[in-house]
Structures are given as structure tokens and as C-alpha cells.
């Protein structure tokens, strides 16, 4: 992953241009033909999921390969404080698993891991890095133009919930465009501030799990999902998105002097 790099000769406006060709061919491929097969397939709809978030991280990775050349940071230091953190989620993921049935525990766990890689591959990885090395090759780097790309990048990965309206009420996807607008600003400043993809692709699988583990296993028991009034359920979107945001911020106070991601990023761009 390391040694993938944009080629010496990209220029911001080509850079722009591949990102948007790889932004057109992933969702031609992924919603036009990948999405369209699965749903006619006789896959079971966790294991359509599975299959499905398993095709994207190698489509990712191809195009990525092919189109934009953007390096994937994966690369991370263990401190005392990830450690913590680490001990910490995994008590809080025991008190999830012994809330669901451990019948529904591996089938849930491998659907929202590769959901979290393909995903943070996808819009933190190529998008996010993208939309920096352009604001690094077209002017300074400052606080706000950080932020600026962080926002930039977060509504890409919100509007990509739009397709579930094609499974879903209107509502419910309403309420996934604000917690997920929320949820990709945290996951930048993550990324920008730790300069490695496994510690996004780590929290997001700590974001997804529970709500996903315990509505597979509700569902799958009652028939249906339990309905929660539109207008709370904003609220309560709003209500998440907004700790996110504030979280991200706390992240991020020095964001324009300390944040790995930029200074590697730089690293590579003076090297060429």
C-alpha cells in the first residue's frame, strides 16, 4: 500500500479529473452492475452484504491502482493510550455481543468489518487523501482549508446512502445522511490526525457493530425492525452527528501543526 503514489508529472487539475473519473467508474460498476446481480442472486441478504463489501474493497483497490495512485496509510505506532482504548472496546463490544445472540455474532462481525475497510479505503483513503494532495499542490495548508476537505469529503460519504433508498423509507435515510455526515468528519480528523487508516477503519467498525448486530439480530427475531417516530429520530440523528462533530474538533485542536496524515503527505509530494 505504501508504495503506491501519484506519478511525478499529476498535476492538480489532472489529479482532479482522475478522482472524479474514479469517483463515476466505482459507482457505474458498484450501483449499475454489482448491486443489481445480488439482489436478483438467491444469497441470503447478510451474505449478499458480505459478498458485496468483499467485491468493493478489490474494486477500490483496482481502480485506486489504475486511476489515482493514492498512497493508503495503514501503517500505525502502539501507545499507551490505543491500548487503553483498545481494552476499553473490547468490553464494550462483550456487553454488546452477550446483548444479541451469539448465533448472529460471526456472520454481523465479518459484514461490518469489511464494510469498515471498504468504506474507509474508499472515502478516507482515496477521497479524503485525494482532495488533500490537491489542496496541498494548489496552496498552503492552513486550519480551515483542512477542515474545508474534511466537510468536502464527508458529504461524498453521506450522499452515498442515497441508494438505500432503494431498500429503506425515506425518513431512515434522512436520518443516515446526518448521523453519517457526523460519523465522516470524525473519521477525517482520525485519519488526518493519526496519519493511519487502521485506526478510522477500527473506530468505524466501533460505530457500526452495535447498531448493526443488534438490529440483525432484532429483525431476524421479530420479522421487521421496530419503528421510532420520524421527527425524534431526526432529533436524535442531529443529537449524534453534532458528538461526532464536537468530538472531532476536540481531535483536532492543533489541527493545521499536528496531524501525521499532512506531514506524510507532504513527505511524499517533497520527494518527487
Sequence with gaps: MEKLALKKTTKPKKLAILLIEFIIIEKIIENGMLVPVLIKSPLSEITSNIVYKGIEIVLVLGLNYFLTR?????????????VVFFILSLGYLTIIIKSGSPKYFFETFVWVALTAISEELLF???ILGSLID???????????KIWGTVILASLVFSLEHLTNLMNQTLPVTICQLI???????????????TGSLVDAIYLHFLIDFPALYISQFTTLQSGAASQVSPKLSVIGSIVIAVIYILIAIALTKSFSQQNRLISLKRQILNHK
Design 124 to 126: 478516507r483513503g482515496v
Design 134 to 144: 490537491l489542496m496541498i499542490k494548489w496552496t498552503t495548508s492552513s486550519r480551515l
Design 179 to 193: 448521523q453519517t455526515l457526523g460519523m465522516g468528519v470524525l473519521l477525517a480528523a482520525v485519519y488526518i490526525r
Design 70 to 82: 493514492q498512497v493508503i496509510h495503514l501503517k500505525f505506532k502502539i501507545t499507551i493510550k490505543q
